[in-house]
């Protein structure tokens, strides 16, 4: 199983980038797929994840401005991001479990759950 990010850079504030995380080796469409972020010196936190079906779960942090997507037909999950703000620059991961969102829980957003993870990709705000 791999996971693959792409798009990280640098973004002024109030700007847009949109991730991209490409999966191979597995079923990617009845998985649980998440974007989370790490910030210097703190916690990997869940921001946003996405079911088969294409229900989503957002962090209260950035809920309105980040929307996760994702393309069964490409096997592929986005993290379209705007209005970036100040706390928002952190590296940036793709995870994806071996379940579905729905049985993981009603805020699949902890690390726990997660089986895969991609190497990260970084963002930062000027």
């Known amino acids: 199983v791999q996971l693959v990010e792409s798009g990280g850079g640098s973004v002024q504030a109030g700007g847009s980038l949109r991730l991209s995380c490409a999966a191979s080796g597995y079923t990617y469409s009845t998985y649980c797929m998440a974007w989370f972020r790490q910030a210097p010196g703190k916690e990997r936190e869940g921001i946003a994840s996405?079911?088969?079906?294409?229900?989503?779960v957002y962090d209260d942090s950035v809920k309105g401005r980040f929307t996760i997507t994702r393309d069964k037909a490409k096997n592929t999950q986005y993290l379209e991001m705007n209005s970036m703000a100040p706390e928002d620059p952190a590296v940036y991961y793709c995870?994806?479990?071996?379940?579905?969102?729905?049985?993981?829980?009603?805020?699949?957003?902890?690390?726990?759950?997660?089986?895969?993870w991609g190497q990260g990709t970084q963002v930062t705000v000027s």
């Open positions: 995870a994806a479990a071996r379940l579905a969102c729905y049985v993981l829980g009603s805020v699949p957003l902890k690390k726990y759950l997660y089986n895969y």
């Open positions: 996405i079911d088969y079906d294409g229900s989503t």
